[in-house]
T-cell receptor
Framework: EAQVTQNPRYLITVTGKKLTVTCSQN?????MSWYRQDPGLGLRQIYY???????DKGDVPEGYKVSRKEKRNFPLILESPSPNQTSLYFC???????????FGSGTRLTVV | EDQVTQSPEALRLQEGESSSLNCSYT??????LFWYRQDPGKGPEFLFT???AGEEKEKERLKATLTKKESFLHITAPKPEDSATYLC??????????FGTGTRLQVFP
């Protein structure tokens, strides 16, 4: 089944403790992206990648890092999480030039 | 600045009661308008892409239309399983997909 897999689904952590949210897709898509979804603000792009070793900032990149060492994986790294990063996070992928993204099921992160 | 506004924020319908969801947008150089469906606890699921004013797309009870300033998602004779949040997004010259905040639709039997 074609899908984007995120882990974990739920995560509660403390301020300052580094964490990684993994994202993997099995569709051989070049494009991958991370979004956060907050009430009243909609989906906002954090980082995106057009292909292996090519990443770029989205609209809200502060406090996040990403890497794209393999085509299928695009982890999101929070090196020193803060409470304002409490949110619902989605990974998405698509072929370059198409925008009918396939989204993962989401990771609900709470930073206390 | 590219912007997307969806209305209403929430909509309650009786099963079989047809209605429309609105997506108003301002964008520099529209390259596409996208509709997604999002169920609680899940990621958005792609529904349609519209590229130019006058274009229409249909899928089961859903029909999306596009004008130069807005898009409508028409729901004909909805069923409870159509209950979800519907998201609209636009792509313009910035090459970034800008999402609206969605319309939460509830269909009651």
């Amino acid at each position: 089944e074609a899908q984007v897999t995120q882990n974990p689904r739920y995560l509660i952590t403390v301020t300052g403790k580094k964490l990684t949210v993994t994202c993997s897709q099995n569709m051989n898509h070049e494009y991958m992206s991370w979004y956060r979804q907050d009430p009243g603000l909609g989906l906002r792009q954090i980082y995106y990648s057009m292909n292996v070793e090519v990443t770029d900032k989205g609209d809200v990149p502060e406090g996040y890092k990403v890497s794209r060492k393999e085509k299928r994986n695009f982890p999101l790294i929070l090196e020193s999480p803060s409470p304002n990063q409490t949110s619902l996070y989605f990974c998405a992928s698509s072929r370059v030039g198409t925008y009918g993204y396939t989204f993962g099921s989401g990771t609900r992160l709470t930073v206390v | 600045e590219d912007q997307v506004t969806q209305s209403p924020e929430a909509l309650r319908l009786q099963e079989g009661e047809s209605s429309s969801l609105n997506c108003s947008y301002t964008v520099s150089g529209l390259r596409g308008l996208f509709w997604y469906r999002q169920d609680p606890g899940k990621g958005p699921e792609f529904l349609f892409t519209l590229y130019s004013a006058g274009e229409e797309k249909e899928k089961e009870r859903l029909k999306a239309t596009l004008t130069k300033k807005e898009s409508f998602l028409h729901i004909t004779a909805p069923k409870p399983e159509d209950s979800a949040t519907y998201l609209c997004a636009v792509l313009g010259d910035t090459d970034k997909l800008i999402f609206g905040t969605g319309t939460r639709l509830q269909v009651f039997p």
